[in-house]
């Protein structure tokens, strides 16, 4: 058999951090994380490397006390999937700052309209997500915040309403 050539050399190069790539972009950096939380998805924003550990409502209410800034988000809370929130939302509706507008919602299913009306009832702000598990799935959904590059600034702007939803249909 022929004999392979010699492996091409390659070049490393730095990966520049998170905060300094978001700000040569213009946009802030809030640090989050996503987790399963007795089998629901629940976004955890601007608290501290012990959100990973999240695993109990629980534990979503012990984290919110000890770090008032950071906002729980209720991700596609009505969505038909049997990990949505659904009931639970109500359950443990003092837990969740705002609850999410996924980018999908192809027009006639839309299945972000209950969370809406959740949201109005419960007097909690509706945050807009691409939700962009995988590039392919970027939506024209966003919530639009006026912060420069202030994580905290935006973050903040979410529960006072002051964060306008811009979505159209994926």
């Not at 501290?48 to 534990?59: L, S, Y």
């Not at 800034?69 to 443990?92: K, N, Y």
């Amino acid at each position: 058999p022929p004999a392979l050539p010699p492996p091409l050399p390659t070049r490393r190069r730095a990966l520049p951090r998170p905060s300094a790539f978001a700000g040569s972009l213009g946009l802030p950096l809030v640090p989050g994380v996503a987790r399963t939380v007795e089998g629901c998805p629940v976004l955890l924003l601007n608290f501290p490397q012990a959100a990973t550990g999240v695993r109990t409502f629980a534990d979503v209410a012990a984290l919110k006390t000890s770090c008032p800034d950071g906002i729980v988000i209720a991700p596609h809370p009505f969505f038909p999937h049997v990990s949505s929130l659904g009931s639970r939302l109500r359950e443990h509706a003092s837990l969740f700052d705002a609850v999410e507008w996924s980018y999908f919602w192809p027009g006639a299913i839309h299945f972000n309209a209950r969370a809406a009306r959740w949201a109005a009832a419960h007097a909690r702000p509706v945050a807009g997500s691409p939700a962009t598990h995988d590039l392919r799935q970027r939506g024209p959904t966003r919530s639009l915040v006026d912060a420069g590059t202030n994580g905290g600034a935006a973050l903040r702007a979410l529960p006072r309403g002051r964060a306008p939803l811009a979505s159209s249909p994926a």
